[in-house]
């Protein structure tokens, strides 16, 4: 086998354990020092195909996996502030965990890298309470429209900030991935100018918190996926609970779970508790997942996939739950989203052999 085969088994290899080139080596003392700074193809050009659409289908196993224990086990759980603090409780666990274990390991950080993910897991906490302030101002069918528009704005960001641009069938291929989305969702719209005001701005802030993520990976900092998770996780866990004692969620919490203790066994309290804990580790899996997938495939490519998932997630409510009733417009939003999405697929390997070939 020649050097050239044997170094790029170990950059897939690499790949495949959620790690950048650099951590894979044995010399990790600096991100920098293994950066090429010559070569100014997109990481997510650089990634075999097969490992890409490995760690989408994990993203998307994991996060419909997520939707629908909270449909069955979660759906009265309503202490948004509190989940949040469990998942990056249980982020920070499951990454010490594997730190400890030598699943990666830690880079020298200077005082401005440090500042860099405090600001970052106030962003990160910042995106969760804007939708929630949102949800709270207009209706849920405004709010997805409205949150479908995050692709553009991903964008946008990468054309003003990063001067970056993609192939045009890139961009073709948003328009049905947007629109359809937008009409799965058609329904009753109440919203007032403060309500969308608001819902822009977090729309924003959501494709600001999506590309910065992927910039943390896969720019001058090249920080592996989970040591930027492990970075970040106990910020905004600290952030999420002082948010809920605020919000009033934990007298609150503890008087449902009194409430609960009282009028039912011991043991449906256990399973609540265990129901949680559950929840806290599949969403562990998630965040994993999640932040890999964003390095490898881009942030544009996690972005479109958010609008598939509401196109999935509601196909689900359908056939499985039965909760919902589809009508033309509906069906038809659900079919446009994946067509779409094939297309956009479709753009982006070509995009990737144009850029092996240059």
């Known amino acids: 086998m020649s ?3 044997r170094e790029s088994d170990e950059a897939e290899l690499a790949l495949l354990n959620g790690d950048s080139l650099s951590t894979a080596s044995d010399d990790l003392e600096s991100n920098h020092k293994y950066e090429d700074t010559t070569n100014t193809i997109e990481p997510e050009y650089k990634t075999p195909t097969s490992v890409k659409f490995m760690w989408l289908g994990s993203y998307f196993l994991f996060s419909m996996l997520l939707t629908l224990y909270n449909k069955l086990l979660l759906g009265s759980f309503k202490f948004p502030w509190l989940l949040t603090c469990m998942h990056t409780t249980f982020a920070s666990l499951g990454t010490f965990v594997l730190l400890k274990l030598g699943r990666f390991k830690l880079s020298r950080l200077g005082h401005r890298d440090h500042l ?5 897991s106030v962003l990160f906490t910042a995106n969760i309470a804007m939708s929630n302030l949102s949800l709270s101002l207009v209706s849920l069918a405004f709010f997805q429209i409205i949150r479908n528009t995050v692709p553009i704005f991903t964008v946008l960001i990468y054309r003003v900030w990063f001067k970056r ?6 961009y073709l291929s948003l328009c049905p991935i947007i629109i359809g989305a937008g009409m799965t969702v058609v329904g009753e719209y109440h919203y007032s100018a403060f309500g969308l005001f608001i819902t822009v701005i977090g729309v ?15 720019g001058s900092l090249a920080l592996p996926s989970m040591e930027l998770l492990f970075r970040m996780s106990p910020l905004a866990a600290i952030q ?12 609150a919490f503890a008087d449902s779970m009194s409430q609960r203790a009282a009028e039912s066994s011991r043991g449906a309290t256990v399973a609540t508790v265990i129901f949680l804990l559950g929840n806290g580790l599949l969403a562990f899996f998630l965040n994993v997942s999640s932040f890999q997938t964003n390095k490898l495939a881009g942030a544009l490519t996690i972005s479109v996939c958010g609008n598939l998932k509401q196109a999935l997630t509601l196909a689900i409510g359908i056939f499985v739950f039965k909760d919902f009733t589809v009508d033309i417009l509906n069906g038809t939003g659900i079919l446009l989203v994946i ?10 390997l070509d995009s990737k052999k144009s850029s092996a070939v240059s």
């Open 165 to 170: 641009s993609y192939y045009m069938a890139t």
């Open 339 to 348: 067509a779409g999405c094939a297309s956009f697929s479709k753009a982006e």
């Open 3 to 5: 050097a050239k085969s």
């Open 240 to 251: 999420s609970f002082v948010l809920a004692a605020i919000a009033g969620e934990l007298p």
């Open 204 to 218: 924003v802030l959501a494709a600001i918190k999506t590309v910065t993520t992927n910039r943390l990976m896969t």
């Open 116 to 120: 860099a993910l405090v600001a970052f």
